[in-house]
C-alpha cells in the first residue's frame, strides 16, 4: 500500500545535526513532492519545507533557511530532512508528508521524534 | 503567531453540528490557494479530511464538509460523534510556502 515510512527517534545535544529519512513505498516516488512539516510537543503544525522529487526543487521555511537542507534519493525512494545548529526550541515530532497533485498532503509518515537537550 | 487564524476550542454535544472558521488574507486564501483540513487524534499523524476546500476523500464520511469564500474557509461536522474528538487543521499556502492555522481543538461533550 501506498506509505511513506520514516527513521526512529533521535535524541541530540544543543549545536548538533539531524537527518530524518523517509521512505516511500506503493507508488511512483517522482511523481509527487515531499514536504516536512514539524509539531512541537502540544503544539500546532509547523511547515518546514519543500522538495520536488522529480528534480530537486525546494522552498524552505523563512525561519529556518541556512540550517535545513531537503534531499531525496530516487534509487532508494527515499527523502531526508537535516536540521542543523539544534536548539532546545527544536524539539518536535517530524512528519514527512506527500504533497498531492491538489496541493494537500495526502499520505504522511509515522512521524520521528527529535529531542534536543544537553 | 500563525498565518491562518482557527479558534482554539469548539464544543459540542453528540448529534449536534460545528464549525470552525479559518481566516487567512489576500495572500493565501484570498490569492486562489486552496484550503485543506485534516484531523488529528492524540499521538498520531494528521490524517487529510478535506482537500481542495470542499471534497473529501474515499473513506471520510460526509457527515465532514468544507467550504472557501473570500479569504476565509471553514469545515462543518453535522451529527457529532464521540470519535470525532481530535484536533483540526487547515492548510494552505502563502507565496507558494505552507501555512497552517493554529489549530482547533474539538471537544464532544
Known amino acids: 500500500q501506498v506509505q511513506l515510512v520514516q527513521s526512529g527517534a533521535e535524541v541530540k545535544k544543543p549545536g548538533a545535526s539531524v537527518k530524518v529519512s523517509c521512505k516511500a513505498s506503493g507508488y511512483t516516488f517522482t511523481t509527487y513532492g515531499i514536504d516536512w512539516v514539524r509539531q512541537a510537543p502540544g503544539q500546532g503544525l509547523e511547515w518546514m519545507g519543500w522538495?520536488?522529487?522529480?528534480?530537486?526543487?525546494?522552498n524552505y521555511a523563512q525561519k529556518l533557511q541556512g540550517r535545513v537542507t531537503m534531499t531525496t534519493d530516487t534509487s532508494t525512494r527515499t527523502a531526508y530532512m537535516e536540521l542543523r545548529s539544534l536548539r532546545s526550541d527544536d524539539t518536535a515530532v517530524y512528519y514527512c508528508?506527500?504533497?498531492?497533485?491538489?496541493?494537500?498532503?495526502?499520505?504522511w509518515g509515522q512521524g520521528t521524534m527529535v529531542t534536543v537537550s544537553s | 503567531q500563525s498565518v491562518l487564524t482557527q479558534p482554539p476550542s469548539v464544543s459540542g454535544a453528540p448529534g449536534q453540528r460545528v464549525t470552525i472558521s479559518c481566516t487567512g488574507s489576500?495572500?493565501?486564501?484570498?490569492?486562489?490557494?486552496?484550503v485543506h483540513w485534516y484531523q488529528q487524534l492524540p499521538g498520531t499523524a494528521p490524517k487529510l479530511l478535506i482537500y481542495g476546500n470542499d471534497n473529501r476523500p474515499s473513506g471520510v464520511p460526509d457527515r465532514f464538509s468544507g467550504a472557501k469564500s473570500g479569504t476565509s474557509a471553514s469545515l462543518a461536522i453535522t451529527g457529532l460523534q464521540a470519535e470525532d474528538e481530535a484536533d483540526y487543521y487547515c492548510?494552505?499556502?502563502?507565496?507558494?510556502?505552507?501555512?497552517f492555522g493554529g489549530g482547533t481543538k474539538l471537544t464532544v461533550l
Open positions: 492548510q494552505s499556502y502563502d507565496s507558494s510556502l505552507g501555512v
Open positions: 522538495i520536488s522529487t522529480y528534480n530537486g526543487n525546494r
Open positions: 508528508a506527500r504533497r498531492s497533485t491538489s496541493g494537500d498532503y495526502d499520505i
Open positions: 489576500s495572500s493565501n486564501i484570498g490569492a486562489n490557494y486552496d
